[in-house]
């Protein structure tokens, strides 16, 4: 079946960049999401990009996508402390259905 | 976006007791809800599809008959923990999806713990 994969853990300074990578194997899939969870909450959407698409920006989010390598990353400039979370990459082939996620990368950020 | 509410957002249950979450759409009528179900540092795992009026769909490991499902009306669908055990304790999250819509949103969860 579908597997998406994330490193675990990422920690970096207060006002650095932060990159969190994602592959995925499903190579039909036709929407690609990052989403946030705050300690004790659901998940919050961050981003889409659908497939055919290179790369999406959204204020402090980028999120880049490398198709040929089923590859997807999401940088946040200036990191803050509030952006202390877990961010989990999810795929779809069927238009907002059926989602794989992938185990969450926990993001710390150091004052 | 979209508020989808989950009620309660914590419980505590006895072995054998049953638990029912409820999850509402607020501010529109959603045709397709879905119940995930995340143990702890782990992942979100798809337990079911709920459509309104009809049979929900359990994915593959998913005991239908313990984990009830209702989607009576196109803004609420519930799960009902039956004969909860230990191994029930989790976090369970609903999403709803918008038609027209390519993505999900996502309720704020109920943590379950059986004692």
């Known amino acids: 079946g579908e597997d998406v994969e994330q490193s675990l853990f990422l920690s970096v300074r207060e006002g650095d960049s932060s990159v969190i990578n994602c592959t995925y194997t499903d190579s039909s899939s036709t929407y690609l999401y990052w989403y946030k969870q705050e300690p004790g909450a659901g998940l919050q959407l961050l981003t889409y990009?659908?497939?055919?698409?290179d790369m999406k920006q959204d204020q402090r989010l980028t999120v880049l996508l490398n198709k040929k390598d089923k590859h997807l990353s999401l940088r946040i400039a200036d990191t803050q402390t509030g952006d202390s979370a877990i961010y989990f990459c999810a795929e779809t082939s069927s238009y907002g259905q059926n989602f794989v996620f992938g185990p969450g990368t926990r993001l710390s950020v150091l004052p | 976006g979209a508020v989808v509410s989950q009620h309660p957002s914590r419980v505590i249950c006895k072995s054998g007791t049953s638990v029912k979450i409820e999850c509402r759409s607020l501010d529109f009528q959603a045709t397709t809800m879905f119940w995930y179900r995340q143990f702890p540092k782990q992942s979100l795992m798809l337990m079911a599809t709920s459509n309104e009026g009809s049979k929900a769909t359990y994915e593959q490991g998913v005991e239908k008959d313990k984990f009830l499902i209702n989607h009576a009306s196109l803004t609420l669908s519930t799960l009902t923990v039956t004969s909860a055990h230990p191994e029930d304790s989790s976090f369970y999250i609903c999403?709803?999806?918008?038609?027209?819509?390519?993505?999900?949103?996502f309720g704020p969860g109920t943590r379950l713990t059986v004692l």
């Open positions: 990009i659908f497939s055919n698409m």
């Open positions: 999403s709803v999806k918008k038609t027209n819509y390519n993505e999900q949103f």
